[in-house]
């Protein structure tokens, strides 16, 4: 098991609302990265923290935003909330760069009604 | 633009059999490394071996080992001596840019059957 921890692990929203999820990196790491899985696709990265500030950033629309705290545990909050926004929404934490490992919570199942 | 294949959605195996994975991918990249990750049904994506692109040899990890053709842009994953925990989803992926940021396949569902 990571030192990754997603919450809540599961999520029901409506059309139209806003929710925020949330994740601890594992100690020492700080890049946070942010990937949604759609049901039976490989997950798909939406942005990236590093020490606070976007490193990078998928093809997801504004409504999709985050933060990065200083002791680089980070939110993902999406508005507007919209049926195709219901998925797995996955938090991985790592050193950065293209060479290390990246570490994955556990997720957060996220269905909008 | 960087691709990730994954032509195989199912595959199924027989414990203590050996399965071999198939991933393609596409770079205009010379220096990278690969990676193959698990996703069991717990849903926490686990890292099972990682290739360099500059290293000739295959990576191995006890039962996991790749075959990493860069001419071909391959990166099969085989799995030996398959244990019924091997059940899972395996994703091949491939870091973009200096953020690090994981281009993943569509995965391959493997079943190991007793």
């Known amino acids: 098991e990571t030192g990754v921890t997603q919450s809540p692990t599961h999520l029901i929203k409506t059309r139209g609302q806003q929710v925020t999820l949330r994740c601890s990196s594992q100690?020492?790491?700080?890049?946070v990265s942010w990937y949604q899985q759609a049901l039976g696709q490989g997950p798909q990265f939406i942005f990236q923290?590093?020490?606070?500030?976007?490193?990078g950033r998928g093809n997801f629309p504004p409504r999709f935003s985050g933060l990065q705290f200083p002791n680089y545990s980070s939110e993902l909050n999406v508005n507007a909330l919209e049926l195709d926004d219901s998925a797995l929404y996955l938090c991985?934490?790592?050193?950065?760069?293209?060479?290390?490992?990246?570490?994955f919570g556990q997720g957060t199942r996220l269905t909008v009604v | 633009a960087q691709t990730v294949t994954q032509s195989q959605p199912e595959m199924s195996v027989q414990e203590a059999e050996t399965v071999t994975l198939s991933c393609t991918y596409d770079?205009?990249?010379?220096?990278?490394?690969l990676f193959w990750y698990k996703q069991p049904p717990s849903r926490q994506m686990i890292l099972v071996i990682r290739?360099?692109?500059?290293?000739?040899q295959n990576a191995t990890e006890n039962r996991f080992s790749v075959n990493f053709q860069k001419a071909a842009k391959s990166f099969s994953l085989k799995i030996s001596d398959s244990q019924l925990g091997d059940t899972a989803m395996y994703f091949c992926?491939?870091?973009?840019?200096?953020?690090?940021?994981?281009?993943f396949g569509k995965g391959t569902k493997l079943s190991v059957k007793p």
């Open positions: 991985a934490s790592s050193l950065g760069g293209g060479d290390t490992e990246a570490f």
């Open positions: 100690s020492g790491h700080n890049t």
């Open positions: 923290y590093y020490r606070e500030e976007e490193n």
């Open positions: 770079t205009s990249e010379n220096n990278y490394y």
């Open positions: 290739q360099e692109a500059y290293k000739q």
């Open positions: 992926a491939f870091p973009e840019g200096s953020q690090g940021n994981l281009i």
